[in-house]
């Protein structure tokens, strides 16, 4: 889904995403401010990631701004089953620990395709602390049969292993807006 931003903002972007169905603002700044943080690690500044795990996984959570033209798209996305060990649907902790099986948060630097058993993925670089095993740990963008809008209407996702797993309906749209050298933020509010 497509939605317009409006307004100026003081970080001197063209504009901030409409608020309904987004991320809490909060994660926006937080994102724009690792943006501004990681400046040399981020060669396309244009478009960012935000993955809201403070929402249910049954709701869009993976939203891709496009900064210069307002353009906004969201996107079902799994988080890990160590991060929600009883399948509730609602992460519970963020864990950088290789072997946790649970999601990250922090600033990702999205690298380069690779082909694996889930078909075309992209590998993710942790910039932060929190999320700095993100390469150990093989934390990746892939598509996920357990991902999408008929197994979300059953009030939850599958879960990852900690990857950010999309609808495979989703992945080549993903794939091409998140292309290397730009960034994704995730967080739990």
């Known amino acids: 889904m497509a939605l317009s931003f409006f307004g100026p ?10 608020l309904i169905e987004n991320p809490d603002p909060r994660l926006l700044w937080r994102a724009l401010d690792a943006l501004d943080r990681h400046r040399g690690a981020i060669r396309y500044r244009d478009v960012v990631g935000l993955v809201d795990f403070t929402r249910a996984s049954h709701v869009p959570r993976f939203h891709i701004l496009d900064l210069m033209s307002g353009r906004h798209f969201s996107h079902l996305v799994a988080h890990g089953r160590g991060s929600d060990p009883d399948h509730s649907g609602w992460v519970r902790r963020l864990s950088n620990a290789p072997g946790s ?17 889930h078909g075309r993925s992209r590998r993710l670089i942790g910039l ?14 892939h598509a996920a049969r357990y991902v999408s809008p008929a197994i979300a209407r059953d009030g939850k996702l599958g879960r990852s292993e900690g990857c950010l797993a999309v609808a495979q309906a989703d992945i080549a749209q993903v794939l091409e807006r998140l292309g290397p050298g ?3 933020y995730a967080a739990k509010l």
Do not use: C, H
């Open 9 to 18: 903002t003081s970080k001197g972007l063209a504009a901030l995403p409409a």
């Open 101 to 117: 099986a649970a999601s990250s948060g922090g600033a990702y630097l999205v690298g380069e395709d690779y082909y694996g058993k």
């Open 128 to 141: 932060d602390p929190e999320n700095s095993n993100a390469e150990v740990r093989r934390i990746v963008i």
């Open 182 to 184: 730009r960034m994704i």
